[in-house]
């Protein structure tokens, strides 16, 4: 397709890790970026040569310049960067070989975009849609019987950034910690298959990373309580944090984004089970 021609395209944020599963389970979250060629519209930002989705624009052959316009907070454990690379992936697809080219060139763009990245499960949800199991260069969408809310709170003024919180993290893990780790992640998949949301509160359960970074964000801890405790079927952080992430009825999300703590702000959303798509 032409810089001239009106597309775009339409990437959802993400939430990794979802407790147990760290650096392997991934969701797609209905809060999108949109990334395009040409002179920005209205509320969109050129992206400079640095920006991770001109980089990745220019990995796959994109020619010209990207803009980018996204109300997917940055820093904040709901995969900004890797979102906006999945879009300028998408974009250098879609402007070399044609508006039917994408789906063909997803485990492409899920390959290039992880390389850049660093890990899988920050741009595979957004690739795919729905959630998805990152296992090395695989990757396997999880059956889901169930349409969960998913209300994700963001505390006020604060902001994680990856490579400094996983330098945190312990480089030996206890092996009963392991099992207890991916006893709840298989519990998630099969909860999830199954419809099962009472099983997914016990599914996200985590000894791995959660501990460490929530004791850096004490605000993160209390909102993930309070939203266990007014209806939540589950609540985790948020790749690294610091936003929470909860799945909970429908019928239930206002409330229970009503009852976390004031030192944040709440959205309301569902899993995009799309992934990123061309719009024109």
Do not use: Y
Request: net charge negative; proline share 7%.
């Amino acid at each position: 397709m032409s810089e001239g021609a009106r597309w775009s395209i339409r990437v959802p944020a993400s939430s990794a890790n979802l407790g147990a599963g760290f650096d392997v389970l991934g969701m797609a979250l209905s809060l999108h970026a949109e990334i395009g060629v040409g002179h920005p519209p209205e509320h969109a930002q050129p992206a400079g040569p640095t920006h991770p989705a001109t980089v990745a624009f220019r990995r796959l052959g994109g020619d010209g310049d990207l803009w980018v316009r996204s109300p997917i907070p940055m820093g904040r454990g709901l995969g900004f960067s890797g979102s906006v690379r999945v879009g300028g992936a998408a974009a250098a697809v879609v402007q070399r070989h044609g508006a039917d080219a994408l789906d063909e060139h997803r485990a492409e763009i899920t390959r290039i975009t992880t390389e850049l990245e660093g890990h899988a499960d920050n741009v595979a949800p957004s690739v795919h849609g729905g959630i998805v199991v990152c296992a090395g260069d695989h990757v396997q969408p999880v059956p889901l019987a169930l349409d969960p809310a998913v209300v994700v709170w963001i505390p006020d003024g604060t902001t994680t950034s990856t490579e400094r919180s996983r330098a945190t993290l312990p480089a030996d893990v206890p092996i009963a910690d392991v099992v207890f780790n991916l006893g709840r992640v298989a519990m998630f998949v099969a909860a999830c298959a199954s419809g099962d949301h009472a099983a997914l509160r016990r599914a996200t359960e985590d000894r791995i990373h959660q501990p460490t970074r929530l004791a850096a964000v004490p605000e993160t801890a209390a909102a993930i309580r309070d939203a266990l405790d007014h209806a939540a079927w589950a609540a985790w952080l948020s790749g690294s944090g610091p936003t929470m992430a909860a799945m909970c009825a429908p019928a239930d999300a206002e409330a229970l984004a009503a009852a976390l703590p004031r030192s944040g702000h709440t959205k309301v959303l569902r899993i995009d089970r799309t992934g990123v798509c061309l719009t024109e």
